[in-house]
C-alpha cells in the first residue's frame, strides 16, 4: 500500500460502512442516484476519487455536485464534474464503480490500487470545489465527502447549496482563471454578472412581450432564479425588461420538491404543474430538481396544452444561431449541427434536416454523448426532449467569432449578438436558467409569440411509458443503434417490428434506463390513439416475455 493517505483513509472510511447486503451501485447516465440513506459510504468513495482525478490532471480542480436532480425528495445522488466543467471522463466510471462498492475495510487498499492503476502521484495538490441541491439529506452528505477530501489531504471549497450548471460553471472559471480567456470570475456573483451582461448585449434593441412565469420544481433553481433577477434589467426597460413570476419555489417544505411539478413532471405526463395559472398563450417555462433542464409550455385557448420541449428549444436555437451566423458572414468558416437522442419527436429530426437543412447526429441517451459529439462541431446544438442541452462553441468558432471584423452595420449587428450568445450559453452542460434567457431572447428578437413559435411544426403524437421489470440487465440495445434496437432479450426486437408495422408512421423502441429500475418505452405515430395501442400492446409483449438467463 503505498499511498501516503492510504492510512487516513481507512481511519476515515471506518465511519462510512457499506451497509451489508446493499445492492451493486453502478456510476450510471448521471452519477450515483438513490435513496438518499444507502449514500453516506458512496458519497465517501466519490471524495477519494475526485481527489485521485485532481492529482491526475495536475491539481486542476474537480466539481462534486450532491443531487438527485428529478427523483423525489428522499433521493440523493452524486456526480463528478471534470476540470472543464463535462461529466467525468467516461473510461474513469468504472473506478467509480468499484470503490463505490467496496466494503469499508476494504476501502484504503481499493483506494491506493486505483491511485496505482491511474498512476496518480500523491505529491501532487488536489482541489475539489462542491455544491449540493435543497435536498434536506445533501449537507450529511457533503461531510462525508469532506471527510474523504481530509483523508487525502485535498484542498476544498464548499459552495453550498447551487444548481448543478452553476457548480459546472465554478469548475471551469476555477480552472481557467489563468487563461487567456477565462470563462469567469470564480463566483456565484460571477456567473450571475456573466449571464446577465451577455443577456442585456443581445436584448439591446428588443424587450421580450407579456411575462414569464418559470416553475421552479419547489428546488434550488427558485433560490438562483430569484437571485439572477436581482442583475435584469428593470421590468419596463425597454432593453431585455421582462417580468418574471416565480412558482413553486418552496425550498421551505422539501418533500415537495418535484412534487407535482418541475420539467420532469411535465414532460412526461405532458401536462401542467400545479399551480399553472391556463390563461391562453401565457408563457411558462419549468426547471427540474437541480436547474439544468427547462421546458416551456402554453394553453392554447379550450385549455390545450401545448408543450415546447427540448426538440423546440433546440430548433430554435439552431434556427437562430444559424441565422446570425449567415448575417454575419461566418458562413463558409463555421458548421452547425443539431444532436439529439432517440426520444427526439420524429417531426423535429425531419424539420431540422428537411426544412433547416441541418445535419442531425443521433447518440444514445445521456448529456455526456450528445455533448460529446456536439464538440466535433464548430457550433453543436445539443438537447434531449426533456430539457436538458446546451449549445457549444468551438475554439475555433469562439476564435472566429470574437476576431470577426464585420463589414457593415449588418454584419456587425449579427456578430454583437453572436458574441454575447457564445456568454450567455452555458458551455459546460445544459443550464436551466441560461436556456431560457437564450429563449428569450429569440423570441423577442423573431418577435415570436409561443404561438408562433409552436406552428414552426407539429409534434408527432408521442408517449413515453415506464415498465418495472424483474431484472432491467436483461434488455440490452444493439451498439451504434442510438438505442433504438433490441438485441435481448433475444426476438423481443422482431415482436416489436411486426407490431409497430401495423400503425401509421409507428415508431417504438425499448431500454433499459439508466437512473431507473425500469425500463423505457417510447412510441410515436400520426394518430395518437396508434400511439395508446402500441404502447399498451408492447407492454403486454415485455410483462409476458419470460425472464431471460
Ligand atoms: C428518456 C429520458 O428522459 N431519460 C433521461 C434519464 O435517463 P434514463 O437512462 O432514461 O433513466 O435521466 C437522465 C439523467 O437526468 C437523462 O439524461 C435522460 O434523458
Ligand atoms: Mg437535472
Known amino acids: 500500500m503505498s499511498d501516503q493517505y492510504a492510512d487516513a483513509v481507512a481511519a476515515a472510511a471506518k465511519s462510512h460502512p457499506r451497509p451489508s447486503g446493499a445492492k451493486p451501485f453502478v456510476y450510471g447516465t448521471a452519477g450515483f442516484r438513490m435513496n438518499a440513506d444507502l449514500l453516506d459510504p458512496v458519497v465517501y468513495s466519490v471524495g477519494l476519487l475526485a481527489a485521485l482525478r485532481s492529482r491526475k490532471l495536475k491539481g486542476q480542480a474537480i466539481g462534486v455536485m450532491i443531487t438527485a436532480s428529478h427523483n423525489p425528495a428522499k433521493d440523493n445522488g452524486v456526480k463528478l464534474v471534470d476540470p472543464y466543467?463535462?461529466?467525468?471522463?467516461?473510461?474513469?466510471?468504472?473506478?467509480?464503480?468499484?470503490?463505490?462498492?467496496?466494503?469499508s475495510e476494504e476501502m484504503a487498499e481499493a483506494y491506493a490500487k486505483a491511485a496505482k492503476d491511474l498512476g496518480v502521484d500523491s505529491d501532487i495538490p488536489a482541489n475539489v470545489i462542491i455544491a449540493r441541491d435543497t435536498r434536506p439529506s445533501g449537507k450529511?452528505?457533503?461531510?462525508?465527502?469532506?471527510?474523504?477530501?481530509?483523508?487525502?489531504g485535498s484542498q476544498y471549497t464548499d459552495y453550498g447549496v447551487l444548481t448543478t450548471p452553476q457548480l459546472h460553471y465554478l469548475t471551469r472559471a476555477t480552472n481557467t482563471q489563468n487563461d487567456a480567456h477565462p470563462y469567469g470570475e470564480v463566483s456565484v456573483e460571477g456567473y450571475y454578472k456573466k449571464l446577465s451582461e451577455a443577456y442585456k448585449t443581445a436584448m439591446r434593441h428588443d424587450k421580450p412581450t407579456g411575462s414569464l412565469t418559470v416553475d421552479c420544481a419547489n428546488g434550488v433553481g427558485a433560490v438562483a432564479l430569484k437571485e439572477f433577477l436581482k442583475y435584469m434589467p428593470k421590468e419596463d426597460d425597454l432593453s431585455g425588461g421582462l417580468k418574471v413570476n416565480v412558482a413553486?419555489?418552496?425550498?421551505?417544505?422539501?418533500?415537495?420538491?418535484?412534487?407535482?411539478?418541475?420539467?420532469?413532471f411535465v414532460k412526461s405526463g405532458q401536462r401542467a404543474p400545479e399551480g399553472f395559472n391556463g390563461k391562453p398563450f401565457d408563457r411558462w417555462a419549468s426547471y427540474d430538481g437541480d436547474a439544468d433542464r427547462v421546458l416551456y409550455y402554453f394553453?392554447?385557448?379550450?385549455?390545450?396544452f401545448r408543450l415546447l420541449d427540448g426538440d423546440r428549444i433546440a430548433t430554435l436555437a439552431a434556427t437562430f444561431i444559424r441565422e446570425l451566423v449567415q448575417k454575419a458572414g461566418l458562413e463558409e468558416d463555421l458548421q452547425l449541427a443539431v444532436v439529439q437522442t432517440a426520444y427526439a419527436n420524429g417531426a423535429s429530426t425531419k424539420y431540422i434536416e428537411d426544412v433547416l437543412k441541418l445535419k442531425v447526429e443521433c447518440t444514445p441517451t445521456g448529456v455526456k454523448h450528445l455533448h460529446h459529439v456536439a464538440s466535433r462541431y464548430d457550433i453543436g446544438v445539443y438537447f434531449e426532449a426533456n430539457g436538458h442541452g446546451t449549445v457549444l462553441f468551438s475554439q475555433n468558432a469562439q476564435r472566429k467569432i470574437r476576431k470577426a471584423d464585420p463589414q457593415s452595420p449588418a454584419e456587425l449587428e449579427a456578430l454583437t449578438?453572436?458574441?454575447?450568445?457564445?456568454?450567455?450559453?452555458?458551455q459546460t452542460v445544459g443550464d436551466a436558467l441560461s436556456d431560457m434567457l437564450l429563449v428569450e431572447v429569440i423570441l423577442a428578437q423573431k418577435e415570436y409569440t409561443v404561438k408562433e413559435w409552436a406552428a414552426t411544426y407539429e409534434d408527432m403524437p408521442n408517449r413515453l411509458i415506464k415498465v418495472l421489470v424483474p431484472d432491467k440487465s436483461d434488455y440490452a440495445t444493439v451498439p451504434g443503434t442510438a438505442e433504438r434496437k433490441l438485441?435481448?432479450?433475444?426476438?423481443?426486437?422482431?415482436?416489436?417490428?411486426?407490431?409497430?408495422?401495423?400503425?401509421?408512421?409507428?415508431?417504438?423502441?425499448v431500454r433499459a434506463s439508466g437512473t431507473e429500475d425500469a425500463v423505457r418505452v417510447y412510441g410515436e405515430a400520426s394518430a395518437a390513439y396508434d400511439v395508446d395501442d402500441m404502447l399498451r400492446n408492447v407492454e403486454q409483449l415485455i410483462k409476458v416475455t419470460p425472464k431471460a438467463n
Not at 449578438?417 to 452555458?426: D, F, G, P, S, V
Not at 438485441?487 to 401495423?502: C, N, S, T, Y
Open 487 to 509: 438485441e435481448k432479450p433475444a426476438g423481443m426486437q422482431d415482436k416489436i417490428d411486426v407490431l409497430v408495422e401495423k400503425y401509421r408512421n409507428g415508431r417504438c423502441f
Open 299 to 304: 394553453h392554447e385557448e379550450g385549455s390545450i
Open 417 to 426: 449578438t453572436l458574441r454575447a450568445l457564445t456568454e450567455l450559453i452555458n
Open 85 to 103: 466543467g463535462d461529466m467525468l471522463e467516461q473510461s474513469w466510471e468504472s473506478y467509480a464503480t468499484t470503490l463505490a462498492n467496496t466494503p
Open 140 to 152: 450529511a452528505l457533503v461531510d462525508a465527502l469532506v471527510d474523504a477530501l481530509k483523508a487525502t
Open 248 to 264: 413553486n419555489d418552496r425550498i421551505d417544505k422539501p418533500e415537495v420538491l418535484n412534487e407535482k411539478c418541475g420539467a420532469d
